[in-house]
Every structure is written in C-alpha cells, then in structure tokens.
C-alpha cells in the first residue's frame, strides 16, 4: 500500500524563464543557452567554480536544482543517503557527445569526455549537496509523470529513501527544458500531493 | 620567462574555463592543484593537452606530470627546456 507523499517544491527552466512553485523568479530572453545558464548562475548568487567546467545538460540540471531547494529544503532533516535523484531526458548527454566527437579531429578533451553520459549531473547535483542516496537517469521520449510518480514512491515508501529530487532534465543544441520535484514524506506550506497528474499540471504550465 | 608565465596563465583559464579567475589571481609559484588554485584529475589532462596544442609538447612520461604542473613557473620551465632541447 501506497503512503502519501508530497511535492513540497518545484522548478521549471523553460524558454530562458526560471519558474519557482509556479512563479516566474527570473527572465533573460536576449541571450543563447550558454549565456543565459550563466545569467541564471549569477542571479543566483552562488560561488561555486566548477559550474564553468560542466557541460550545458549539467549546468541546466544544477541550476534547476539549486532553485529547487533554495529556501524549500532542510538538509539537516535527513542524512546524505535518504536523499535520492531520478532524473530522465529524451536526449540522453548527446549535445556533449557531439561536442566532443568533433574535438576528436584534433585533441580530444578529456573535460567534455567525462560529461558524455547523462548521470554526471546527477553526480554534480550529488557532489554540491552531499547526497549519497539512490539516483537514476532514464531516457523516455518525453516526461513520463507515471512512471516518476510509480519509481519515486517506491524508493520513498520502502524506505529506501526519504527525500527525492526527480524529473525532466532535457538539452540539445537550443532547444531545452528543465522540470524539477522536490517529493517528501511530509506536508509543508503549499506542498501538493505526488500524484502523475500534479506533475503534469506543474510541468504543463509552463510549457514551453 | 615572464611573458611566457603571463601568456600561460591566460591559456591555463581559457583550456580550463575558470571564469571566475584573472591571470593576476595566479600567482608564479602558486601550487596548481589541491591547496592552490584546485585543480583536478581531469585538469591535470587539460593542461597536457594545453601543452600539445599551444607549444607541440607531448608529455611522455606520465611521471613527470607532478613536477611539471606544481606551478605556472615550473611549467614555463619545461617549456623553456622543451623548447631549447629542440631548437
């Protein structure tokens, strides 16, 4: 039997807008992908260097991440194993596998090679937060609410986890969208429960 | 010597996209890895492949690369000493 559990935050990065729980946080419509991920990285006011070395898919999936928990999130609650990540895409890492096959005319670069799978950024959001829970990339040919609401809360009611962060993380050449869940075992202010149809209105709503 | 740390320096941001870092920030004998500017592992192949790309020096020992990547001096010295080996 199926426990409830909860949608206590969310972040949505669609069409160079930033959603947080539904409200745009922040616009930047005049520049291409790269720019703008770094025009939300400054918005957001964060030191963290390696940000430059990831890969566009991973930046994408880290800043969506970083406003996910951003003021959303008690990470003394639980310890770094009962936080998990699931995350799929349709295009797997393969706007980075085109970069780097095309380096492999000259020099190779070991510094997008190791972004040519797409669970590094589950790593890189693992990595800035100290979560060592259970984590999944799954590739679908779009966002499959069923099947995240199915997989997480089996993590979270066998207790496997008690924290996820899960969702749609998708990038190829300009064209992207990031869709991000925070799901808990516990209610919190404007949490709503985790149901395949709370993901879709959330994920719809700006879809772009 | 000087305008070859100083060109390395800028090459070192570039091949390694830290955008948050100015040539100045580096100092000459600043350790490059862990306690100095952080570099990693895949740094570390980053600037052989700086090596191949900007002076067509090819590291071929692998053990050398701790003594060479210590700092931006050190490295200015082996391609110093590449350089004159092969001139």
Known sequence: MSNSTYITSSCIISNHVVYKNGQPVFENKELGISDFLVSVYRYLNIQYPKFHKMDNLSKLGWLACQVLLQNNFDAAKYKPEETGIVLSNKNSSLDTDTRYLQTTNEIPSPALFVYTLPNIMIGEIAITHGFKGENAFFIFDEFDAAFVEQYVNNLLNCNILQCCICGWVELLNNEYKAALFLIEKNKSTNSIIFTKENLNKIYQVQNG | ?87
């Open chain 2, 1 to 87: 010597m000087d305008k070859l740390m100083s060109d390395l320096k800028s090459q070192i941001i570039a091949q390694l996209n830290l955008q948050d870092t100015k040539p100045e920030d580096i100092g000459d004998d600043q350790p490059l890895f862990v306690e100095g500017l952080g570099l990693d592992s895949i740094d570390a192949l980053e600037l052989i492949v700086l090596l191949q790309q900007h002076y067509k020096i090819k590291l071929s020992n692998a053990e050398e690369g701790p003594k060479v990547f210590k700092s931006v001096r050190t490295m200015a010295e082996y391609i110093t000493a590449h350089q004159a080996q092969n001139a």
